[in-house]
């Protein structure tokens, strides 16, 4: 199989996620759309690596220590969002205003 579907669909996801990144308020939203971001270069490393060298697993590898940096990501980042809540009872990125004197 050719490898521009796959690259179309990576640009699509990464854009999506650029998207959301700059127009939502919301941190919930925002971590979504790093997530979508992370994937659409999870994607990219998969297709790059069975185009170039189908018999080596590089690719894979990396994929998988981006799954795992995501994750980690994901549940510091849901952390931090749910401690601000807490305390502010929002999390409008607006509202966040925690490091202003």
């Known amino acids: 199989m050719s490898l521009e579907p796959f690259l179309i669909i990576a640009a699509a996801l990464f854009c999506i996620g650029i998207y959301g990144l700059i127009t939502s308020r919301n941190a919930v939203r925002v971590l979504m759309s790093v997530e979508l971001m992370l994937n659409a270069v999870n994607l990219n490393l998969m297709a790059f690596s069975n185009y170039l060298d189908s018999a080596s697993i590089r690719g894979q590898v990396f994929t998988i220590f981006v ?20 305390s502010r009872d929002t999390v409008d990125m607006e509202q966040f205003n925690l490091l202003r004197w």
């Open 67 to 86: 799954i795992s940096i995501a994750a980690a990501e994901a549940a510091v980042g849901l952390a931090i969002v749910l401690s601000i809540y807490r």
